[in-house]
């Protein structure tokens, strides 16, 4: 089994389950990765936030590759080779994790990149019960806010908002009345982890919400700074 390792990370629920899931399970984290799109249509990557990472690299206290990719289609992945061989050659990994959920163009293009390289892949979310998956999150201390919004049916009081229990029920029933992904796996919304288990600091956020589409809303973040516990 491979236990030296990086895991890909956007600073999102999905990213940052993954890696508490890989060090529940004994993996030796050596680094973290992320690439930053210069485009918000990225295929592959996390947008909003993406800067942020840098700080809960702090909070985890677990060191980051971190580049900037075109964001298109084709370079990024490209790019994302470029950042694994950058974790291959000063951390000597074996293998990646990551968050995907149910994007089959993401895994499969990891996937392919990683076995170019000789690199085994860990997805431990691929295929998570949705509803199920959002309510472990909060029931294992994860808080985490809403930074974008996307879809018809999911309203901006939940932006920029640590999510609760009843916010996590309320989402679920929006799901099923609207017919979005409750996970928001289908671009519906994009989610920043400001604590979690293996958080050492907590980050504090402060920002507005600006509406840029009928059903578009970002959560512009205007400071952030890391503070103890």
């Not at 996307?150 to 009081?157: H, I, S």
């Amino acid at each position: 089994m491979v236990y030296t390792i990086c895991s890909l990370f956007s600073g999102g629920k999905d990213s940052t389950y993954a890696l508490h899931w890989g060090v529940l399970k004994g993996f030796h984290i050596k680094c973290l990765v992320t690439l930053k799109p210069r485009r918000i249509d990225s295929w592959m990557f996390h947008y909003p936030g993406i800067d942020v990472t840098r700080l809960q690299a702090k909070a985890l206290g677990i060191p980051q590759v971190f580049m900037e990719t075109t964001g298109e289609k084709d370079k990024e992945l490209r790019d994302l080779e470029r950042a694994f061989n950058i974790a291959i050659n000063e951390y000597g990994i074996e293998g990646v994790l990551t968050g995907a959920l149910l994007s089959d163009y993401q895994r499969m293009n990891i996937n392919i990149i990683a076995e170019k390289l000789g690199l085994r892949v860990y997805s431990p979310l691929w295929r998570k019960k949705q509803e199920e998956y959002m309510r472990e999150l909060v029931a294992s201390g994860f808080k985490f806010i809403i930074t974008s919004i996307d879809t018809l049916g999911l309203p901006p009081k939940f932006l920029g908002k640590v999510l609760t229990r009843k916010d996590i029920e309320d989402i679920v029933q929006l799901a099923k009345t609207y017919g979005f992904n409750p996970a928001f796996e289908g671009g519906e919304a994009e989610t920043l982890v400001l604590d979690a288990p293996l958080f050492r600091k907590v980050l504090v956020v402060n920002g507005r919400k600006i509406r840029v589409g009928e059903y578009s809303w970002r959560f512009i973040i205007e400071n952030v700074e890391l503070c103890d516990k």
